[in-house]
């Protein structure tokens, strides 16, 4: 299986708060992720920490076999490489819903305007938002703006899709029009890595489950294993909590 | 009644403008000495910025009858450098008198009372001829020909009251006397037996005012400041005394000589063509310069002044405005633009370690003493310094009017930068986030994503800048920059009218506050853009219950 993120050893701390600790972690082509674990123990901090918007205190993140840790490594050309979909949507409010998925295409992958509108109005049908490239984010529901925010990171085409509790959110009747977004995402072969609260997506759509606790994996397998035979205490009192 | 209404409206407006603006413009005696001394660091060596074969003269071309503006160049008037009015007056006469006898060129430089001693020292006037009395104090810092005029002290009372039959200044026992602060006038008061000396007041216009409005019985002037008066408002009239009768005074207070950079060749050759003109020309040059000096109106009413006001002195007006609006305009934009610089700079995240931290502290720490500094020093001192320094201590002539915009920039930039990197800061980290996660570094991020926003947000206080500015640019009349309120202290400087002058200045003034504001609402509108969008209907509309949601 051709990796396409590889962690080795990762640790992070905020002061002397340790939040990471040693994380050894894939992920591999075509493959859908999914995080889970009780609140405070580290799977935002893992997931920022994946693209960088926290520094990693220690370890290595090997894409394309390179560790781009090392400090001569670019930065924002790699994440481009890392879509990202955030649990508060973070739309450019300044941008209308199509500028949100062009200006990234054009300022950082120096797409043309006209390609890059194709190519954002590909991945606003996707989503189900062509109707509303006019709209400025103030003007949609929650449900709404985070089918955008998934077609601003999809108009990228990177390699990986991170998600950030993506439904978390959202008002409940939002939430199915978000996940049946996703679980299309998933069946169409994108690598898919989510922390998410929603164990029956997890369990449904992805190919392989992380519990993380107290900042290190405890566990992960597929969601069979995860979720019908966990092998840890800890997992299997979590999921007690949840389910 | 409703006239008299208008009479109090207008003496409130008056007082304001006396107290807030004029006050701090024309102290006429012993300040200008005081500001130039300090500024002095290393003497010009008297050379004027201007070619060698013209004679460049320092006047306000504002004190009837040595000096005065006017629109054409009527009794001998000489056209006012860089300006499309003229100069007319006694001093003018005598300025002419001087540049022949030189063979020179004259040029006449309208320069505000408190900006001649440092405009001649730092080498942008050859002369300053504009009644100034040779004082002490001056004569510290610069050098004066021979006597050019001597005048006598005289009181300037109301028509038709008991003082104005005074021959004596006994006859003056238990009036209310003032004199303008800082001169000799107001320590000769208490020569007068039982006088109630009154509080000395900044400037004519004041004790004009004053006289006026009946808060005191007389003030004491030389005398084609009374005649002036008295010929421009027929209110006032003017008491002479006898030898013996009046007041006791020094010759150097009364006399009126050429201000000259020290040790200059110049007064050797001025104190010999001063010689040449006698005291029967003296006297008819001052003479007909009472006579010519611009108009009294008679008994017209504040209303008829208005309207006369804005008739003749219309394109004054309007070019002073005009002058307003360019500095605080450009200004307001150049500004804005240093303080979108300064404002992103100081927002870059800190690097962790390194020479970039390093380095990124000290230009932090320069821009904090900049932002202190012009927000900790108010406009019209950095204005002096600004202006005047760069022509001591560098020997920069700055252009007036670049000089102006470049003062009202740094200003600007300096209150912006703060009003900007508390809009930076204000935005949502989400969006400096999501930024990031598309691949963007801190200026893309900034010019696509943060600034658009923080520009939106803080449209309001540029706008709230933008009006300061116009109201503010008022101070830079001690540059002699031809804004507004300067071209209004020369147009009241000669009609004596100062509640209609003003009063015209102020509608201007607001005039153009009001609509910069209705603009920039309107601008405000526009990028906000429409509050509905239009849902893309050219494909079958679908079941899904959203597609109506986003119009509410
Ligand atoms: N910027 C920060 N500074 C200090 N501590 C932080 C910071 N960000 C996160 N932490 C701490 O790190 C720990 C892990 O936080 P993180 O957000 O990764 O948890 P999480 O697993 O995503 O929880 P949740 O399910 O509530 O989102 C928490 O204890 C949190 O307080
Ligand atoms: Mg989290």
């Known amino acids: 299986m051709e990796k396409v993120i590889e962690i080795q050893h990762l640790s992070k701390s905020f002061g002397t708060h340790e939040v990471l600790k040693d994380i050894d972690f894939t992920v591999n082509k075509g493959e859908v992720v999914c995080i889970i674990g009780s609140s405070g123990s580290g799977k935002s901090t893992l997931l920022r920490c994946i693209n960088l918007l926290e520094r990693p205190s220690g370890g290595m993140i090997i894409y394309n076999g390179e560790n781009i840790l090392d400090e001569k490594h670019d930065i924002h050309q790699y994440r481009t490489k890392l879509g990202m979909v955030f649990q508060q949507f973070n739309l450019f409010n300044n941008h209308n819903v199509l500028n949100n998925c062009i200006v990234g295409q054009v300022k950082v992958l120096g797409r043309s305007k006209e390609d890059a509108k194709k190519v954002a109005m590909k991945y606003l049908k996707n989503v189900g938002m062509e109707k509303y490239v006019n709209a400025k984010p103030s003007q949609l529901s929650g449900g709404q703006k985070q089918r955008v925010a998934i077609a601003r990171a999809l108009s990228m085409e990177p390699d990986v899709l991170l998600f950030d509790e993506p439904t978390s959110a959202l008002d409940p009747e939002m939430v199915g029009e978000v996940l049946k977004v996703m679980k299309d995402l998933a069946h169409t072969g994108l690598t898919m890595l989510v922390v998410t609260h929603e164990m029956a997506f997890a369990k449904e759509v992805s190919d392989r489950v992380v519990f993380m606790d107290k900042g290190v994996i405890a566990e992960e397998g597929t969601p069979e294993l995860i979720f019908n035979n966990p092998t840890q205490d800890r997992t299997r009192e979590f999921l007690k909590r949840t389910l | 009644m409703k006239r008299k209404l208008w009479m109090k409206i207008f003496t409130i407006l008056m007082a304001m403008s006396l107290l807030l603006g004029l006050g701090a413009g024309s102290a006429r005696y012993a300040q200008a000495a005081e500001v130039s001394s300090d500024i002095v660091v290393e003497s010009a060596d008297g050379s004027a910025s201007g070619s060698e074969d013209e004679f460049r003269v320092g006047m ?149 005012v004053a006289l006026e409005a009946g808060m005191i019985d007389g003030y004491v002037s030389e005398k084609p400041e009374g005649v002036s008066a008295s010929m421009a408002n027929s209110n006032f009239a003017m008491v002479e005394f006898d030898k013996g009768k009046g007041f006791a005074t020094a010759e150097e207070d009364t006399a009126i000589s050429v201000g000259i950079a020290k040790d200059s060749e110049l007064t050797g050759q001025i104190n010999e063509i001063l010689s040449g003109i ?26 008829q002044w208005f309207i006369d006001i804005m008739k003749e002195n219309g394109p004054m007006f309007l070019r002073g405005a005009g002058m307003t609006l360019l500095i605080s305009l450009t200004g307001t934009i150049l500004g804005f633009l240093i303080g979108l610089l300064v404002g992103v ?48 201590a560098f020997d920069i002539h700055m252009n007036r009017l670049a000089a102006a915009i470049f003062i009202v920039s740094i200003n600007t930039g300096a209150y912006m930068s703060e009003i900007i990197r508390g809009g930076i800061v204000s935005i949502d980290k989400g969006q400096f986030e999501a930024a990031q996660a598309v691949g963007m570094n801190h200026v893309q991020t900034m010019t696509n994503v943060v600034l658009p926003q923080v520009i939106r947000n803080i449209l309001p206080a540029t706008g709230n800048e933008f009006v300061i500015n116009i109201k503010d640019t008022s101070v830079l009349n001690v540059i002699a920059v031809t804004e507004l309120f300067f071209q209004t202290k020369s147009v009241a400087g000669n009609n004596f009218r100062y509640f209609e002058s003003f009063f015209v200045a102020c509608i201007l003034y607001f005039i153009m506050t009001f609509t910069v504001t209705r603009i920039l609402r309107h601008i405000e509108k526009r990028l906000d853009g429409p509050a509905n969008y239009n849902m893309i209907t050219n494909q079958a509309p679908d079941e899904d219950t959203d597609s109506t949601a986003g119009q509410a």
């Open chain 2, 345 to 392: 700079i100081k927002t870059i995240p800190m690097p962790l370690k390194g020479a970039g931290r390093t380095a990124q502290k000290i230009i932090n720490g320069l821009l904090s003493v900049y932002v202190e500094f012009f927000r900790g020093t108010p406009m019209i001192v950095q204005a002096m310094v600004i202006y005047y320094g760069s022509a001591l």
């Open chain 2, 278 to 303: 006698s005291e029967e020309e003296r006297t008819e040059l001052m003479d007909e310069a009472i006579l010519e000096q611009p108009a009294s109106g008679g008994n017209k009413t504040s209303f």
């Open chain 2, 60 to 208: 306000e071309a504002g004190y009837p009858p040595f000096n005065w503006t006017q629109t054409d160049d009527s009794n001998g008037a000489v056209r006012i450098d860089g300006n499309k009015e003229y100069a007319g007056g006694y001093d003018v006469q005598i300025a002419k008198k001087v540049a022949e006898g030189l063979g020179k060129k004259l040029v006449i430089v309208k320069t505000e009372w408190d900006g001649l001693v440092p405009a001649l020292v730092s080498g942008k006037i050859d002369a300053i001829i504009a009644g100034m009395s040779p004082t002490a104090e001056r004569k510290e810092t610069i050098d004066f020909s021979d006597i050019y005029y001597k005048s006598d002290l005289i009181i300037v009372v109301k028509k038709g009251e008991a003082y104005e039959d005074a021959t004596s200044i006994a006859d003056f026992k238990g009036a209310k006397i003032t004199a303008q602060l800082n001169t000799f006038h107001y320590g000769v008061i208490d020569q007068i037996e039982g006088v109630i000396r009154q509080t000395a007041m900044d400037n004519f216009t004041a004790m004009r």
